[in-house]
């Protein structure tokens, strides 16, 4: 018997059983010889300040959130980073030692560090990026588009209005188009991001005419099962670069495994075959 110290954090959503944070976290843990766990709890809003209030005390370092509660944790948070506060949003929460609870968003940070890995000659400085959905993941995926520096961003939703907030909020260089008109665009654009689940397997397809697509344009999914979507097909067949939404899912989850576990953890072809299997 050791006296060795179990890190212990987790994951807190309603429903939870589909994330897949507990298998990529289980596998670095298992990888690096750690011995910790992460857990699944699923936690209703009523129950999510009492919950996060104990977590400490048993001993939790942090815990990621998913939904619903990404956005109302940040009423509970007492530190809160700046991408967080600029998204709305959090998905990593660290129990500080001086008692207080940290929040941040990683999903931002999780979306361009997979570009950079898989695309290692994209550009983000290089043109205009064409961003379709003004949802959650949009808002992250914008600010992380902008801190990159991406010279202007394209924006395209189903409801303008969400668009038009969005532009509200982030500034100057967004550029809200229709949604019917958004694939004129096509040819400026460097960079296109689908950020709704359409193509996801059990949803609708992404209608967009891709004619004006040419390779110059990397193009991303946020959706990861098919792992090659309709629009990553299409984008494929005309010679396009394109980028999976499966390593978002695995780089957002790189800084609050080291934060908690207290080691970089790598994303690579390992990791995602586990999360896959
Ligand atoms: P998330 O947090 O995952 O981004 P969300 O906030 O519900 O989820 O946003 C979903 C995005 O998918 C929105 O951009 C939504 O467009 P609306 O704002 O018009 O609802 C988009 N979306 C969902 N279903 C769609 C559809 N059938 N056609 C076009 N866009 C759709």
Redesign the pocket.
């Known amino acids: 018997m050791t006296n060795e110290t179990v890190l212990l954090a987790g994951v807190i959503g309603q429903p939870i059983v589909q994330s897949k944070s507990p298998i990529l976290h289980g596998h670095w843990l298992k990888r690096y010889g750690i011995n910790g766990h992460y857990i699944p709890m699923d936690v209703s809003s009523v129950n999510l300040p009492h919950v996060l209030n104990n977590l400490p005390k048993m001993g939790f370092r942090g815990v990621n959130i998913t939904l619903p509660h990404k956005e109302s944790v940040l009423d509970i948070a007492d530190v809160i980073s700046d991408r967080a506060a600029l998204i709305g949003a959090a998905n990593t929460l660290t129990f500080q030692s001086d008692g207080k609870l940290h929040a941040d968003n990683t999903d931002g940070i999780g979306f361009i560090s997979n570009l950079k890995q898989e695309a290692p000659g994209w550009d983000p400085k290089a043109g205009p990026a064409l961003v379709l ?6 808002r992250a995926i914008v600010a992380a588009l902008l801190h990159e520096k991406v010279p202007e961003i394209i924006l395209t ?3 303008r209005a ?1 668009a038009d907030a969005l532009k509200a909020h982030f500034g100057g260089k967004i550029k809200v188009v229709d ?1 019917t008109q958004a694939a004129n665009h096509l040819d400026e654009a460097t960079t296109l991001v689908n ?4 193509g996801m397997t059990g949803k ?1 397809d992404l209608k967009f005419n891709l004619d004006g697509l040419t390779p110059k344009t990397l193009v991303s999914d946020i959706v990861y099962s098919p792992l090659i979507t309709p629009l990553l097909a299409s984008a494929q067949e005309r010679g396009c670069f394109t980028v999976d939404g499966l390593g978002m899912l695995l780089h957002q989850a790189v800084p609050g495994f080291e934060r908690w576990f207290g080691r970089a953890p790598e994303v690579d072809a390992e990791l995602r075959r586990a999360v896959l299997a």
């Not at 959905?133 to 949009?138: D, F, I, K, P, V």
């Not at 950020?195 to 359409?198: E, G, K, P, W």
């Open positions: 959905g003004a949802g959650g993941a949009s939703n189903r409801t969400r949604w950020t709704t689940a359409l609708e």
